[in-house]
DNA sequence: CAGTATCCAAAGGGATACTG
DNA sequence: CAGTATCCCTTTGGATACTG
């Protein structure tokens, strides 16, 4: 078995690399989660709904996600301000890693208080 | 909308952070993928093949996959001692999420290389 | 070979105060 | 309200040497 069989598709892990560098830090799975449901949501909800975190680091997370096409920042016309972030069309591509692991998630919740 | 109504499923919260903590660490996919793939690696051979990390964390991150029931390590009665790994049956729950994240990182791959 | 031990640098992330 | 700035602690992970 030379090396060129033995290594797995390099594009694989690349794919792979690139996916877990993009959605590295704690809360960007939850962040994408709730506005797949929301679709909708202020600063200021997904401080206070969705993850209970300092605003720095909520504001780098969505920074990430905006800038990796995921999400839509608009400013709204109101007094004082107000931000609100959306989900691209984009970010439908990654639902299915959403889906999969939240069902992964559930099954290994019990497998785990099994024990 | 009061507050009951605007968390979202607090199962599904705690599904995330889970499948998140479990797949915590830089290599555990990239480890699980090629694991799929080989069905059974020698310890040098994952450091050697599969990721280029040190021994302490690819230990380390082998130990957090073993405790969570993912894969199983084996000695084997050889001179010096080898160890094998092997994802276990409960691994293939998993298989969704990484077959899923690795389709949407060549999707993101293509998407990003366009700007 | 398969780890463990040690040391260390860098990143991650929480708390709080502050600004436009 | 939506961030930014600052401070600081914890975690992560890389390099290397060492042991059974």
């Known amino acids: 078995m030379d090396n060129q069989m033995f290594d797995i598709d390099k594009e694989q892990k690349l794919a792979i690399n690139d996916a877990m560098e993009l959605l590295s ?3 960007k799975f939850c962040i994408l ?14 401080q206070e709904k ?12 969505l920074q990430e996600l905006e800038r990796n096409l995921l999400i839509t920042r608009t400013v709204n016309d109101t007094k004082p301000i107000t931000v609100s972030y959306t989900l691209t069309d984009y970010a439908k591509n990654i639902q299915p890693v959403i889906r999969s ?15």
Request: charged letters at 35%.
């Open 25 to 27: 830090g704690k809360w």
């Open 101 to 115: 692991l939240i069902e992964f998630g559930l099954v290994h919740r019990r497998k785990i208080k099994e024990k």
């Open 33 to 46: 989660h709730n506005l797949y449901i929301y679709e909708n949501m202020l600063f200021k909800d997904l």
């Open 50 to 61: 969705a993850v209970k975190i300092s605003p720095k680091v909520l504001s780098k997370e």
